[in-house]
Every structure is written in structure tokens, then in C-alpha cells.
């Protein structure tokens, strides 16, 4: 990540812990309007707390968050980190979830891809970026 979008993404985190989600939770993503929320996972080799702020698809009682990594050939840093520690945290506005994350199984992802380019058609760009099956991470809340 540069260092112009690590800066970027650092403003938005505080913007939206800050304001609860009143502020940065409801924008243009991918093309089209999406919600966003906080993810927190623990790096799979600092150990420390690491947060992501990403577009999300409301999935039942679960969240559903894209690992495009711009399209880039290797999954985003957050994924990997959710499949070696899958117990993360998440705010969506002003809720605080402990939540467990993991990746969709190929009926989930296809019936939830299929979703997600109804709101966001821009990730489709991203599938053609790469060879890797770009994963979608359902995080389940503790509390369901």
C-alpha cells in the first residue's frame, strides 16, 4: 500500500470511529452505493491490531466483505491475516462486533458475487486483473 493510501485510509478510520459512522459509512464504491465498516484483525506476524475500512453486502445476520486487493495476484494482507486468526472485530456505524471471519465456499461466493456486481459492478474489473479466485469473507457477529 503507498503511502498516500495508507494516509487516506488512516483519515477515514479516524473519521468514522470518531463520528460513530455517521460520517464515511454510506458512499460511491465500485460503481455504485455501498455501505462500509471497520474491520480489526490481528496480523498474522506482528501480532498487532490491524484495521481495514472496506464496502460491505449484508448477507442475513452476516457481513460480506470483497478481498480484491485492487486485482493485484496476491490476497490482501486483512485476508490473510482473517484466515490465520479468523476471531476479528468489526463497527458498522456505531456497533462494536466481535465476529468471526471466513471465506465463502464456491455456492456462497457464486450466489453472493452474483449480489455484490448488482451494487458494486466495478469489483468485475478486479476479476480480470488476476488468476486467483478473488475471495468474499463473511464475518459472522459473535451475538447471532
Do not use: C, H
Not at 11 to 28: P, Q
Not at 94 to 107: F, K
Amino acid at each position: 500500500m503507498n503511502a498516500i493510501w495508507k494516509l487516506m485510509m488512516g483519515a477515514w478510520i479516524r473519521v468514522y470511529r470518531l463520528s460513530r459512522g455517521r460520517f464515511g459509512s454510506s458512499f460511491g464504491w465500485m460503481g455504485g452505493p455501498m455501505e462500509a465498516l471497520l474491520l480489526t484483525t490481528i496480523g498474522r506476524k506482528s501480532g498487532r491490531r490491524r484495521t481495514v475500512f472496506l464496502g460491505y453486502l449484508v448477507d442475513g445476520d452476516r457481513y460480506v466483505v470483497v478481498g480484491s486487493n485492487s486485482g493485484l495476484p496476491t490476497d490482501a494482507a486483512w485476508v490473510m491475516n482473517v484466515r490465520a486468526q479468523p476471531r476479528v472485530t468489526i463497527q458498522v456505524r456505531e456497533r462494536v462486533l466481535e465476529a468471526t471471519g471466513s471465506i465463502a465456499g464456491p455456492e456462497d461466493r457464486a450466489r453472493l458475487w452474483a449480489e455484490l456486481m448488482g451494487v458494486a459492478p466495478g469489483y468485475a474489473r478486479y476479476e480480470t486483473m488476476t488468476t486467483r479466485a478473488i475471495p468474499l469473507v463473511i464475518l459472522t457477529p459473535a451475538e447471532v
